[in-house]
């Protein structure tokens, strides 16, 4: 079984830093691929192994269908070499359920399929919790989080399939037939909210994309950073907060059935639902 991963960054050090650690312990550096958006000598230091491919970043219009479709090029010349491509954002984890799945190996071998989607949980920092410091592994220092439907994407591919706005990018005669695929004990965990710190050196440069003239760039989370920090931080202290025991189940339920079939541009994903259940995260994913 050979599987690697792949994702795009530009100046956000501390994410890429955690993605890094956690893909290379799994799967090996030698199959991690970072695409660097601008020249930038830090990544080869943060990311010691890793193959990097840098691309220009004098033109930022179209940002987001632009990258998409690069990436997915990227993939699926991947897709040659490699059984599986796990593709993430540099700020996402992929944990799998050790009582579950025994590795990303022992977990591929079991798939069937050509893409498959993780419940998603945006990993937020309490006010009681401590500056991080460094490139400290992020979830042995961050337990709280909230399931969320935006985040449950498609993470892995095999056999050509693209992936777009979280999820996968089919030709419009598939989409009402595409298996939704989204296994029981896989989590994608989004970092953007887990360090404040990191989270306003990365605002300056998502604004500078957003405010991009024209279509294809990303929406208000990008184009004003503070208010949705700020949004989300206010609603994350709100939510009532359940063991991880009754609110992953419920989420589960919830998020893994009716998927959306958006048969114009051809894309199957998750609902993105409000977000409604805070937990902790058990001890075994401070262990990844």
Not at 102 to 130: I, P, T, Y
């Amino acid at each position: 079984m050979k599987i690697c991963a792949i994702t795009m960054v530009y100046r956000d050090h501390w994410a890429l830093g955690q993605w890094y650690r956690h893909f290379a312990r799994q799967l090996g550096a030698e199959h991690l691929y970072v695409v660097a958006h601008g020249s930038d000598p830090d990544i080869a230091r943060i990311c010691p192994g890793a193959s990097i491919l840098t691309i220009p970043r004098d033109d930022l219009s179209r940002f987001d269908t632009r990258r998409g479709d690069m990436l997915n090029a990227f993939q699926n010349g991947l897709n040659q070499i490699y059984d599986w491509v796990i593709r993430t954002d540099a700020d996402e984890l992929i944990c799998l359920d050790p009582e579950r799945f025994d590795g990303f190996a022992d977990f591929f071998a079991r798939q069937r399929r050509s893409a498959v989607f993780s419940l998603g949980l945006n990993l937020g920092e309490r006010a009681e919790d401590a500056t991080l410091q460094g490139d400290e592994p992020v979830l042995n220092h961050r337990q709280s989080a909230v399931f969320t439907g935006n985040y449950s994407k498609a993470w892995a591919v095999r056999n050509r399939i693209g992936l777009k706005a979280h999820g996968v990018q089919l030709r419009p005669a598939r989409v009402e037939s595409f298996p939704f695929i989204m296994p029981r004990g896989v989590y994608l965990v989004h970092l953007k909210y887990a360090n404040s710190a990191a989270l306003a050196r990365a605002a300056e440069h998502r604004r500078e994309v957003a405010d991009q003239p024209g279509l294809g760039n990303p929406g208000q989370a990008w184009l004003n950073p503070g208010t949705d920090s700020r949004r989300f931080f206010k609603q994350f202290e709100a939510l009532p907060e359940l063991p991880w025991e009754e609110a992953e189940p419920r989420a589960y339920a919830d998020i893994s059935t009716e998927p959306v079939r958006e048969t114009g541009p051809g894309v199957v994903r998750a609902r993105r639902d409000t977000p409604r259940i805070r937990t902790r995260l058990p001890d075994w994913f401070s262990a990844l």
